[in-house]
């Protein structure tokens, strides 16, 4: 099961730009929590709380119980805006979960056992193509993490949506395909080698043709041309 934090929040009585901003000068950014057919709740929260949990990997699936008073609602931390210069969070968005309904999560996708892959011990790479992976699934069914096991696996091996061992009731919002996670890729340097002698041989020029126009003709082997012709006596 999902990690569950439980966030402290306190209300905020008034809405728009000049309330927000009286929120951020007291040292807090203001907020909202909305969703599940419920009037929307304004508040605000401890920034170096948001921080935290930014930093920390999964937020996206993490479940948080917002404690507004008295209040204790369940959600998902949805949105954060940063201040374009300082990169201070100015604004956070709840989703509140309501129990059964379905709901749309990006799960953090971890991989195990790198050490037991064939083609990452002979040097080459693990290409991740999702870091994460959306799906659908209720607030109680929602995902810690996806688990992919890596051994065996040897270099151009692809790791599709059908190797995650998922949960039952988990279904990935990309439905009309068994899309890419990751792929163990060919050593970096194998392929630059191969690049470099490709790009070699195509600059080269192919043996026996003729020098460029203006170009002297290479010396040693080459027909030495034949003197001009004496005029004829009178």
């Known amino acids: 099961m999902v990690e569950v934090v439980t966030i402290e929040a306190v209300a905020r009585e008034r809405a728009g730009k000049g309330a927000a901003r009286a929120t951020r000068r007291a040292g807090q950014v203001p907020g909202v929590i909305y969703g599940a057919k419920q009037p929307p709740r304004l508040l605000s929260v401890d920034p170096r709380v948001v921080l935290k949990e930014l930093h ?69 790479v693990l290409n991740v193509v999702r870091h994460e992976v959306e799906v659908y699934c209720t607030p109680e069914t929602v995902p810690e993490k996806f688990e992919i096991d890596l051994t065996g696996l040897t270099i151009g091996d692809t790791i599709h949506w059908s190797a995650v061992k998922a949960p039952p009731g988990i279904r990935p919002v990309i439905a009309d395909r068994d899309f890419t996670i990751a792929t163990i890729a060919p050593p970096t340097k194998q392929v630059e080698t191969a690049a470099s002698a490709e790009a070699a041989s195509s600059a080269a020029p192919a043996k026996g043709a003729a020098p460029a126009a203006g170009g002297k003709a290479a010396s040693g082997g080459g027909a030495k041309a034949a003197p001009a012709a004496k005029p004829a006596k009178k």
Do not use: C, M
């Open 56 to 124: 920390r990997p999964g937020w996206r699936s993490r479940l948080y119980d917002v404690k507004v008073g008295e209040v204790t609602e369940r959600a998902l931390l949805r949105d954060v805006q940063f201040h374009p210069v300082t990169d201070r969070p100015q604004h956070v968005d709840f989703q509140r979960l309501a129990a059964g309904q379905e709901i749309r999560v990006g799960v953090e996708v971890v991989f195990l056992n790198e050490a037991a892959s064939p083609g990452l011990k002979a040097g080459g």
